[in-house]
């Protein structure tokens, strides 16, 4: 089970932290993954972390976002600087037993979604 929380309406230039809590799967197991989709457009995704903690990011995110993960509080996080008002949307996390990648058809376990709107 995933369960998203820390979205909310920032300013343009603002940070937010997003909040994965994690249950019934191990980190040193999963690969881990934040997605966005805002309306009318496909799922992105955005920033992947692997099991040895390795990370991949888009290049509309890359030096602004940082993923993260705290094995021993099962959480993934998702750290957004800068934030622009292209990146409002509904950010998803991700798990699956799969190298880490962007492309979220490869996921099977999702969370519910957290709304992220900038203004």
């Known amino acids: 089970q995933l369960v998203e929380s820390g979205g909310g309406s920032v300013q343009a230039g603002g940070s937010l932290r997003l909040s994965c809590a994690t249950s019934g799967f191990s980190h040193s197991s999963y690969s881990m993954a934040w997605f966005r989709q805002a309306p009318g457009k496909e799922r992105e995704g955005i920033a992947a972390?692997?099991?040895?903690?390795?990370?991949t990011y888009a290049e509309s995110v890359k030096g602004r976002f940082t993923i993260s993960k705290d094995t021993a509080a099962n959480t993934l996080y998702l750290q957004m600087n800068s934030l622009k008002p292209e990146d409002t949307a509904m950010y998803y996390c991700a798990a699956d037993r799969i190298d880490a990648c962007l492309g979220w058809r490869d996921y099977n376990s999702w969370g519910q979604g957290t709304q992220v709107t900038v203004s």
């Open positions: 972390i692997d099991i040895d903690g390795t990370t």
